[in-house]
T-cell receptor, first 115, second 112 residues
Framework: AQSVSQHNHHVILSEAASLELGCNYS??????LFWYVQYPGQHLQLLLK??????LVKGIKGFEAEFIKSKFSFNLRKPSVQWSDTAEYFC?????????????FGTGTRLKVLA | DTGVSQNPRHKITKRGQNVTFRCDPI?????LYWYRQTLGQGPEFLTY????????KSRLLSDRFSAERPKGSFSTLEIQRTEQGDSAMYLC??????????FGEGSRLTVL
């Protein structure tokens, strides 16, 4: 069955530190990839998405992610985090070429940024 | 507000009671999804609709759970004979064929 793994469950950083959150998925076909963010008390919002083309995608608030097909990875990065980035981050995969349009989410990474 | 709307936002019920949640998607979105989220976990897929057709259901969705989208617009998720293990946040999301999911605020269920 398709799955998504996020290996970092809790991350604590100081402001201005660099961030990289890992995401790996298990499906050999073509996929659409997403990172969502959930700020405290708010609903899930899209950070960025990859459908095709340039494997380095840029999203909102200075976030970017790199799709590495050979590694089945879609890691999220930000060069310098801010206190306002404190949130939970979810990687998601839509393995649409498998005949399903469901979206599979990872378990999430809870990020805390210390001021 | 033209986003995804879910009601009620919070429901407290006693074990064995039935509950129903409603989701109003973004109007032009033809696909509607239901997910369940518990503390420390990511959203877990339950089911999805394309227009009024329910195209896929998770094997995790027991026969106590039923979802409908009668006219291809709003959707309801009903849980019969609730159990304490049903306590969770129930999320609704919608999308067009282009693929980005738009989520509602969620409906939190607490089963006592």
């Amino acid at each position: 069955a398709q799955s998504v793994s996020q290996h970092n469950h809790h991350v604590i950083l100081s402001e201005a530190a660099s961030l990289e959150l890992g995401c790996n998925y298990s499906y050999g076909g073509t996929v659409n990839l997403f990172w969502y963010v959930q700020y405290p008390g708010q609903h899930l919002q899209l950070l960025l998405k990859y459908f095709s083309g340039d494997p380095l995608v840029k999203g909102i608030k200075g976030f970017e992610a790199e799709f590495i097909k050979s590694k089945f990875s879609f890691n999220l990065r930000k060069p310098s985090v801010q206190w306002s980035d404190t949130a939970e981050y979810f990687c998601a995969v839509n393995p649409y070429t498998s005949g399903t349009y469901k979206y599979i989410f990872g378990t999430g990474t809870r990020l805390k940024v210390l001021a | 507000d033209t986003g995804v709307s879910q009601n009620p936002r919070h429901k407290i019920t006693k074990r064995g009671q039935n509950v129903t949640f409603r989701c109003d998607p973004i109007s032009e979105h033809n696909r509607l999804y239901w997910y369940r989220q518990t503390l420390g976990q990511g959203p877990e897929f339950l089911t999805y609709f394309q227009n009024e057709a329910q195209l896929e259901k998770s094997r995790l969705l027991s026969d106590r759970f039923s979802a409908e989208r009668p006219k291809g617009s709003f959707s309801t998720l009903e849980i019969q004979r609730t159990e304490q293990g049903d306590s969770a946040m129930y999320l609704c999301a919608s999308t067009t064929s282009t693929g980005e999911l738009f989520f509602g605020e969620g409906s939190r269920l607490t089963v006592l």
